[in-house]
């Protein structure tokens, strides 16, 4: 049978005495009450025969916890990125300065400052666009390498990679075998790289989060829980832009 999903309800609760707006979501398939939080605030996805009552009653007993969720999420609000000459720009875990300038189209980097030149008719709305492509050739140039290393310790041949601007997947693997990693990754510290290579890869071996799953990626990649905690916790810094 297929879900009830009734349409989203606004409401307002006070949690020690703060107003929180939140986002009320009921669907058939739901058997308990799960909260989230994110950048759009608090969402309650609940049974449709839950009531507001009663999900009032659990939201004043996770209080605390909703309150730290949405002063962390605001915390990490994405700002938006300045392209002026000078700002300071992520690459492979360390801090690039972008200079730029009128010429030639170019972008290269050279001892830890971007050079990033356009033409004077193409304009200050280029740049982004201009970065960004080089963003995303130094990061097929790291991810292919970075792959590579990777299957060879899986007695594999290096399998099709693919670029992606997934907003909230960092990697995925495909049932034909192709690796998409997100560009954005090349922002990240090498280890985290190598970390979301090597979860992907071993989805080659098995394609889903087993425990056999897991163990491959120990293999591969023995730190590999300390590395996904700082990805995620870190994470959102990368998708700035």
Request: proline share 6%; glycine share 4%.
């Amino acid at each position: 049978m297929k879900a009830k999903v009734l349409p989203a309800e606004n409401h307002v609760v006070k949690l020690h005495s703060e107003a929180v707006p939140y986002a009320l979501k009921r669907s058939s398939r739901r058997r308990t009450v799960g909260l989230r939080v994110d950048q759009n605030g608090l969402t309650v996805n609940a049974p449709i025969r839950t009531s507001k009552a009663w999900l009032e009653t659990v939201l004043q007993q996770k209080a605390g916890w909703v309150l730290d969720k949405l002063r962390e999420a605001e915390a990490r609000q994405v700002p938006e990125q300045c392209w002026e000459d000078g700002v300071s720009l992520p690459f492979l875990g360390a801090e690039i300065c972008l200079k730029v300038s009128t010429g030639p189209k170019r972008a290269e980097l050279a001892e830890d400052v971007l050079h990033a030149s356009l033409p004077a008719s193409a304009g200050q709305d280029r740049r982004p666009a201009h970065v960004i492509a080089w963003y995303r050739r130094q990061a097929m140039i790291c991810f292919t390498e970075r792959v590579a290393v990777y299957a060879q310790r899986l007695a594999l041949p290096p399998p099709q990679l693919r670029l992606s601007n997934a907003q909230s997947r960092w990697g995925s693997c495909s049932v034909k075998g192709v690796i998409s990693l997100s560009w954005r990754l090349i922002k990240a510290p090498l280890p985290v790289i190598d970390y979301v290579v090597a979860h992907e890869l071993a989805h080659l071996k098995h394609m889903n989060h087993s425990a056999a799953f897991w163990r491959v990626v120990g293999h591969l990649y023995p730190d590999y829980l300390q590395v996904r905690a700082t990805l995620r916790e870190q994470g959102w810094r990368y998708h700035v832009f």
